[in-house]
């Protein structure tokens, strides 16, 4: 037996009503933990490939050359051309609101990982060095929309924004 399923199989024992469990019922358990591992894993990655298109699309492109965007996003780019103050702390700020929103409306786990989204993308853009990719106003605006939407699209397909 592999070692993996040798440690569910201690994992379970110790739970309360081992005794009644037939050993059909411990695989189907073990194949519903394996499941929302795979689950976790691959959402993970769509958010954390989403959040890197989306850092890419900002600074790469829509940052540098002063274009914005729209939703919360759009807002920190405002505030922050007319304050200076830094995009990616108004990104998380703005954010807030909505988050306390969403645990109320959507659940706990939507908002958690969206916090981990949001914070991530903050981290990228604050500290990930893109060089300027081009000063075209019209590639600026495709391919800055582009990364920019397929990472809100990864971000949302792995359930967070």
């Known amino acids: 037996m592999k070692p993996i399923f ?40 769509l958010i954390l490939l989403g959040v890197a298109a989306a850092s890419f699309g900002l600074k790469g492109f829509l940052l540098p050359n002063s274009f914005i965007d729209g939703g919360v996003t759009g807002i920190s780019l405002i505030i922050t051309e007319l304050s200076n103050l830094p995009f990616s702390i108004l990104l998380v700020a703005i954010n807030i609101p909505f988050l306390i929103l969403a645990i109320f409306t959507i659940g ?45 699209g990864l971000a949302i397909r792995g359930g967070s924004v």
């Open 6 to 45: 040798k440690y569910f199989i201690r994992l379970l024992k110790n739970r309360d009503g081992f005794k009644q469990k037939s050993s059909r019922d411990i695989i189907n358990e073990f194949r519903n933990v394996q499941i929302e591992a795979h689950h976790l894993f691959r959402d993970s990655f």
């Open 108 to 152: 706990k786990g939507f908002a958690l990982r969206s916090v981990v989204g949001i914070v991530l993308l903050a981290i990228l853009v604050h500290f990930l060095p893109i060089p300027l990719i081009t000063d075209d106003k019209l590639l600026i605006s495709v391919f800055g929309g582009f990364f920019l939407g397929l990472g809100i």
